[in-house]
């Protein structure tokens, strides 16, 4: 089993191709691409976390057609990590997990990481090395050495490992505010 990460999919949510800059003709190309992103990666026996914002628009109040959406992702297990435009019925589908704010631990070796739609300065387990993984932000803003954006405009529009955003972690900048958070911490030498 293996744990997948992504956000802001923004399903149905066609003003999301141009706010963001997103390649699509449509907001039916833009799901198609994202749904085949998943599920050529994400495997039968595997975990999907969605870190907020799975559909939007007019289309999201249609239970008939959210629920098709949710039916098309792969995936043993999905979880919700609840996003600014995750409403009711989003909430009520069907879901493994919904939750504002989760620590989930790939590894049984390693700290859990902490998960939320938005970006973080710190978190439980930050001084040892924990990541936070969030969305929200799109393409502004990749994140942090030890916060990082897994949306899909931030990754070719396919969810992410645990591998894949650490390795993204170490070419990402220190946070400014480290710091401030957490005094005496070098987090340069990580």
């Not at 992103?37 to 026996?45: M, T, Y």
């Amino acid at each position: 089993m293996t744990q997948w990460y992504t956000a802001d999919l923004h399903f149905g949510h066609e003003p999301t191709i141009q706010f963001c800059d997103r390649p699509f003709r449509d907001a039916d190309h833009m799901e198609a691409v994202i749904l085949e992103n998943l599920w050529n990666c994400v495997g039968p026996q595997d975990d999907l976390w969605i870190l907020g914002d799975f559909a939007m628009g007019r289309n999201s109040r249609n239970d008939e057609w959210l629920r098709h959406r949710f039916d098309q992702l792969p995936g043993l297990r999905k979880h919700l990590i609840v996003g600014n435009h995750d409403r009711v019925k989003t909430l009520r589908l069907p879901w493994d997990s919904v939750s504002h704010f989760l620590e989930v631990r790939d590894d049984p070796e390693r700290l859990p990481n902490t998960l939320c739609h938005y970006p973080m300065v710190t978190w439980n387990h930050s001084r040892r090395g924990a990541l936070q993984l969030f969305g929200h932000v799109h393409h502004n803003w990749k994140g942090t050495r030890n916060s990082v954006n897994v949306g899909v405009d931030v990754f070719d529009y396919k969810p992410v490992q645990l591998e894949d955003i650490q390795r993204r972690a170490k070419t990402l900048p220190v946070n400014v505010h480290w710091p401030d958070a957490e005094p005496g911490l070098d987090l340069e030498s990580r």
